[in-house]
């Protein structure tokens, strides 16, 4: 990708995230699910846990996918086409950014590939330089959930995008306690998490040069995903977290634990569950035992 096929216009983001959420929610294009939270303490690490309080208006939404493609032979695909009401920005030749149309997060916006690519498949220079063209203006956490095993929903290509903090106290992100104590002698740093995982510091000025960022973060990308064990000719599964400061990579093992579903926002310290028994399972288990059961141990 040229330099100059991005798209998105620098200090423009986060105003038409802002303008496009006000504009989805009264059209009814963005139908966000409430949640109640509260922190769950385990190995110095408080953890963000949210509890549904509605699932109903995705469940309505989900059967109605299920009966179209039923009819139509051909599997329900939300981004292609994606809804014009949820879109948010052209990133480049090709990512479009849109609303998350069932949001738990204010502002969650995901960075969709222009046409089908699938999930599965690993990520490229055009992905980390549209991650890196939307870090300048937002401020937040980009994650990717590989597979349907790392807690991806759509096999249509998607990172994601949470605005910082996660938390409305405390860190910013609940996990950075253990990843800035990082053994950065190691090669690549490792951070003090009971399970496989490769980090790296990024550098925040690449938001000034999206793709000389890209090219840089897709070196340390492959650099990662060698120190854990995945090799380049399948994606493999795992969580990958980045920020305009570090990026994390997770290998999995499985998508559940129990009941509970965990993607990369597990990883950042912030997971969901959907009713008031996994909150219990959760608790009684603990945030960081269940990660450690869905990661390689």
């Keep these: 990708m040229a330099q100059g096929k991005i798209l998105l216009k620098s200090d423009t983001l986060w105003t038409s995230v802002k303008e496009r959420t006000e504009y989805a929610l009264q059209c009814g294009a963005l139908l966000s699910i409430p949640t109640e939270f509260e922190f769950v303490e385990q190995d110095g690490v408080r953890f963000l846990v949210r509890i549904l309080s509605n699932l109903n208006r995705k469940k309505v939404a989900k059967d109605k996918q299920k009966k179209q493609s039923v009819t139509s032979g051909v599997e329900f695909n939300p981004f292609l086409p994606y809804e014009e009401d949820l879109f948010v920005a052209d990133i480049s030749d090709t990512h ?92 690549p740093p490792s951070a003090k998490l009971p399970f496989v995982h490769a980090f790296a510091p990024l550098n925040s000025n690449w938001v000034r040069s999206p793709l ?81 059961n869905v990661a390689v141990s």
């Design 212 to 292: 000389a960022g890209g090219q840089a973060t897709l070196e340390l990308y492959h650099t990662l995903r060698h120190a854990v064990g995945l090799d380049d000719k399948q994606s493999g599964a795992y969580n990958l977290l980045a920020t305009r400061e570090w990026m994390l990579i997770v290998p999995r093992s499985q998508e559940h634990f129990q009941s509970i579903s965990v993607n990369s926002l597990g990883f950042a310290g912030a997971l969901l569950v959907r009713n008031a028994a996994e909150m219990e399972i959760l608790k009684t288990q603990g945030p960081m035992t269940i990660l450690k």
């Design 96 to 187: 479009v950014c849109i609303l998350n149309k069932f949001n738990v997060v204010d502002y969650h916006l995901l960075i969709i590939t222009r046409g089908f690519e699938e999930q599965e498949s690993l990520l490229t220079l055009e992905d980390f330089t549209a991650m890196w063209a939307c870090l300048a203006d937002f401020d937040g956490l980009a994650f990717y959930n590989s597979s349907k095993t790392a807690g991806a929903s759509q096999r249509h290509k998607h990172l994601q995008l949470v605005p910082l903090p996660l938390a409305p106290s405390g860190l910013q992100i609940p996990i950075e306690t253990l990843l800035t104590s990082a053994q950065f002698q190691s090669n």
